[in-house]
C-alpha cells in the first residue's frame, strides 16, 4: 500500500465550503482521476482519506493537507496533477509527495493566518494589538454543542502584529492586516476567537467581517519565528535518484594515456 501526501487550498468563494463539502469533492474527483484507492473494510466501505485539521468554515486557506492509501504506486507529481483538474478552481492541490515518515498530524502544531479588517484604521490595529499582547489573559466565550464555553485565547497566540497598510482599490477606505501566528491547543482557539479578544480588550470592532487566511501550518521554531513545512521530511526521507547509463559509463571509462 502506497500513502501519498497532498497539500490543498481554500481559495475565493470555495472558502464558505464546509469540511463536508469539500470531502464529498475529493472523493469525486479520486473517482475521476481513477485513483487506485484502498479502502475500509466492513459494511459500508469507504476510500482511507485522513484529514489533518481541517480550516473552520468561512475561512481560506493556503495550506490544508491530507493523505490517501493506495493499492497501487503512483507517481506523486502526476496524482497531484489529475487530482487538481477533477476539482473546481479553488480546490487546489498544491504539492504531494509519498509518505516516507510517520507523524503529519504531530508536525502540524501551529498555524500562520492573515486577518484582513476593512474599515479598520492601521493605528487602532496597531494599539488593539499591543494591549492584547501585553494581558496575560484574554478571555473569550465560543458557542459549542454543549453550550456556551470560555476559554483564554491569548496563551495559544505565538504572534500578532500589525502588517503593513493596507487600502481598497479606491484609495479611500481603510485597511488593517494582522498577522497571527497561534498554537495548536486544546480547546481550540481559531482566529476568530482572537477577534473577539481584540473587541475585548480595546474594543476593535471591525464594521465587516473579517477576511480570513490561512498561510501555513507546521512546526513553528519560536526562536526564528519561523514555520516549517510539514512534508519537508518525506521529501528529505526519499532515495536518492539512480545515477544514469550515461553518467555511469563516464565514471567506469578508463582514464587514456597522458599526453
Not at 80 to 90: C, F, M, V, W
Not at 133 to 157: C, H, I, P, Y
Amino acid at each position: 500500500m502506497q500513502r501519498i501526501r497532498l497539500r490543498y487550498t481554500k481559495r475565493g468563494r470555495l472558502r464558505f465550503t464546509s469540511h463536508r463539502d469539500f470531502q464529498r469533492a475529493f472523493e469525486r474527483a479520486l473517482r475521476r482521476a481513477e485513483v487506485p484507492m484502498a479502502y475500509s473494510a466492513g459494511f459500508t466501505p469507504h476510500p482511507k482519506v485522513s484529514y489533518a485539521n481541517a480550516a473552520p468554515t468561512g475561512t481560506g486557506s493556503e495550506a490544508e493537507y491530507l493523505e490517501i492509501a493506495l493499492t497501487d504506486h503512483r507517481d506523486p507529481d502526476k496524482l497531484r496533477e489529475l487530482l487538481d483538474e477533477s476539482l473546481p478552481a479553488g480546490l487546489d492541490i498544491t504539492d504531494a509527495v509519498e509518505a516516507r515518515t510517520s507523524g503529519l498530524a504531530d508536525r502540524l502544531t501551529a498555524s500562520v493566518w492573515e486577518l484582513r479588517l476593512d474599515g479598520v484604521e492601521p493605528e487602532d490595529a496597531e494599539r488593539a494589538v499591543a494591549a492584547f499582547l501585553a494581558a496575560g489573559t484574554v478571555e473569550v466565550q465560543r458557542k459549542t454543542k454543549n453550550g456556551m464555553r470560555t476559554f483564554d485565547a491569548r496563551g495559544a497566540v505565538a504572534d500578532l502584529r500589525a502588517a503593513p497598510s493596507a487600502s481598497d482599490r479606491t484609495g479611500q477606505e481603510p485597511c488593517a492586516i494582522l498577522r497571527l501566528v497561534v498554537r495548536h491547543v486544546t480547546p481550540a482557539v481559531r482566529p476568530d476567537d482572537v477577534l473577539s479578544g481584540l473587541r475585548a480588550v480595546a474594543d476593535l470592532a471591525p464594521p465587516v467581517p473579517a477576511a480570513v487566511t490561512r498561510l501555513a501550518q507546521g512546526l513553528f521554531d519560536e526562536e526564528s519565528g519561523t514555520m516549517t513545512d510539514p512534508l519537508a521530511p518525506d521529501r528529505e526521507a526519499a532515495p536518492a535518484a539512480p545515477p544514469t547509463a550515461a553518467g555511469t559509463a563516464s565514471a567506469t571509462a578508463p582514464e587514456g594515456p597522458a599526453a
